[in-house]
């Protein structure tokens, strides 16, 4: 699916859970027209950015 001149996201979901707090938001990116998805260009720059990681079993 492409939408012309830049890329666009769409908001699709969220899971929630029983007490219907949101355990997870769900955005999917479409690519321009030339199949780049152009408009990550345009997003602005995190400040101060941490990201961590576990490996659960």
Known sequence: M???K???FSYLSS???ENKK???DN???YPDAKG???GLNNMQ???NLKVTA???K
């Open 6 to 8: 830049i890329a666009v």
């Open 36 to 38: 780049n998805y152009s």
């Open 45 to 47: 720059k995190a400040d």
């Open 22 to 24: 949101v355990l997870s």
């Open 15 to 17: 899971f929630l859970d």
């Open 27 to 29: 955005f999917y990116w």
């Open 2 to 4: 492409t939408w012309g």
């Open 54 to 56: 576990r490996k659960t």
